[in-house]
């Protein structure tokens, strides 16, 4: 690492050779806002011109340049507060907001919008060029993401995160100058579009262009009505929901959510974690009969509705590899509106099943007709760990103030720390090797955890575990770039994998296009680096929950024993197929 | 995809092919298939984009940046006035207004008989003989409102002949 000399605002720092203005400043202490550059040059197109400084190399003349994409130089001399660079950052966000919708109050993205703060930063005067608005596209067609172009500012970031995390690259510029927009090839709707809906691109979304389709609505409408509201939250939302109420990333709020929970009215508050070891019960017996009785190899999860898409859309001939298995949620809604609705002598039509997700994707796929029976949809409505924290907020509870609470413990209150780790990368796979390896062996896992198939970012792992003479080879993939690798291998005949796991977005549910925002200029307290860790600390806290809980596995779970022996009869029993699993289809048409 | 012909699936391929050990073939490989049809409907550039990996909206946001593809079908005379600073200031706004008028379409459309398309050009670099009209390759100098009926004329005519 070779270390340059510069000057910003007239002190001497050491810098490393080949960052840019904006990186070296951030490290020295400084703080230039930037709207369309990300993390590592995530997205650097220079588009947004709100990092302009002054630069002076050598003995030539000041200019302004763009921070965020020029490099240091040895003896150059940065000024950040000089009047030029000042007047020209509120010039540049000046002319941003004459061509956006300015109605902040409304726009959902309030409190988290990047623009509002660079606005605010650079002293931004009102209504500094009124003009002409580049015409507007609306787009939410589909259950999961909106478009809205009157809050783009072209930064570029949603085409950047899309082609990083899948190299989907839906969307894009289009057109030119003043007409220039971002939205998918001839400007259609997210349903028109190879989209996977994982809604990666509403995370890095400076501003409220790109947003999730909010359904609070549906849940207040659902108790007005006087249904019995029951709700169940994904394990990958305790992880990130503390964030929404200024908590450090990573810090667990299973007991103080729950407490929320129960204060907003619902009539029972269950864990997804649940579902996720009668998933594993599903998915493990699925795989044994794979591997026993020469079913299609490699078996591939199904729990991320992100990556169902994509494999119906990019992969159509192997849908065959995928498990027929249902996700968690859609299991455990099927399971209340029968089991449960049941045992509480309720009409299934009069009751409502909210999940909380980490995901957009979940949106959607609660609407796929296969997961819709007589007793009507197994989920009727879908939030996101972004619109859960909004409803507790607008309901007057203070949530840090909140006393820990447990889930409601009749009938389906109990859960392994198996069911915990879903949240995670690899977590699907840990879950279902502690069972299978209890399948044939018919003893437990010495060391309880495989820690080989543990991570929190994209890239692939692969593990061959050894149980008792059979071995067994797997591999993880999470985001579509590193999902394709593993595919391919398939087509061509050239898998050695039993089992995959693939979870739609990058380090898996952590990092859901659900979950809270992490805004480096919104975490004031968090480390620079937090970008780089968010995610593993994410994952610690659901790992750590995993460690506190006496049950590990998925089986030793006494609530789901008690499920199949009083009504599923055994995992992949007539019933269990009938309520826990599904189909794909290659020629889906995706929307009505 | 379906809309495409064999034929145009093989010629499209084979100039994809043409570009294959290029870093960045995209430009190449557009201006090629504008040339040969006239266009780029989104049928050609998903099969571009199958060829290529390039990202459909990636093309799609090319083909849409410049004005030298077009997304329609062009007419068989294409009319390009520019409206380039030096033209503009020598009068090209009133002349691409009586084009306009006498073939009824607007800039960028094509009249309904496909023998003329209309277009508004950024600086053709004809800036000493402003206001400049092309058509069909054919530079026409120093246009006055007047010139365009006879103009219309003559390619109308070689059009029926």
Known sequence: MELININIEGHPYQVEKGMTILEAARKCGFEIPSLCAYNHGECSLASCRVCLVEAQEGQGPKRLVASCVYPVSEGMNVTISSPKATSARRTSVELLLSNHNRNCQECDKNGMCELLHVSKLTGARENMYPGAKTPVTVDQLTPSIKRDTSKCILCGRCIARCDAAHGLSVLGFEKRGFNTIVGPAENRSFKDSPCILCGQCTTVCPTGALMEVSEIDKVDEAFRLGKHVVVQVAPAVRASLGEEFGMKIGTPVTGKMIAALKRLGFERCYDVNFGADLTIMEEGTELLHRLTDGGTLPMITSCSPGWVNYAEYYYGDLLDHLSSCKSPHQMQGAIIKSYWAKQKGYDPKDVFVVSVMPCTAKKFEKDRPEMENENGKDVDAVLTTRELGKLIKRSGINFNKLPDEEWDQDIMGEYSGAGVIFGVTGGVMEAALRTVYYKLTNKEYGKIEFSEVRGNDAGIREASIDIDGTTVNVAIASGMRSARVLLDEIREGKSKYHFIEIMGCPGGCINGGGQSYVKPCFLPNEDDDILDTYKAKRANALYSEDERQVIRQSHNNSQIQELYKQFLGEPNSHLAHELLHTTYNKNRERFD | ?161
Request: charge should be negative; hydrophobic fraction near 40%.
């Open chain 2, 1 to 161: 995809m379906a809309k495409l012909s064999g034929e145009a699936i093989k010629v499209i391929t084979e100039i994809c092919d043409r570009y294959k050990d290029e870093e960045t073939p995209l430009m190449m490989i557009l201006s090629d298939i504008q040339k040969e049809y006239g266009y780029i409907p989104l049928e050609v550039q998903e099969l571009v984009s199958e060829k290529t990996g390039i990202a459909v909206a990636e093309i799609y946001g090319v083909v849409t940046f410049y004005s030298f593809f077009s997304l329609k079908p062009k007419g068989k005379n294409v009319i390009g006035c520019c409206l380039g600073t030096a033209c503009y200031v020598k009068g090209a706004q009133q002349v691409i207004d009586k084009f306009s008028e006498l073939l009824g379409i607007k800039p960028g459309e094509t009249s309904e008989d496909g023998l003329f398309t209309l277009d508004a050009l950024r600086c053709i670099g004809a800036c000493g003989i402003a206001p400049a009209v092309q058509i069909n390759g054919t530079v026409y100098p120093k246009m006055s409102v007047d010139q365009v009926p006879g103009l219309i004329d003559l390619y109308k005519n070689e059009g029926a002949a």
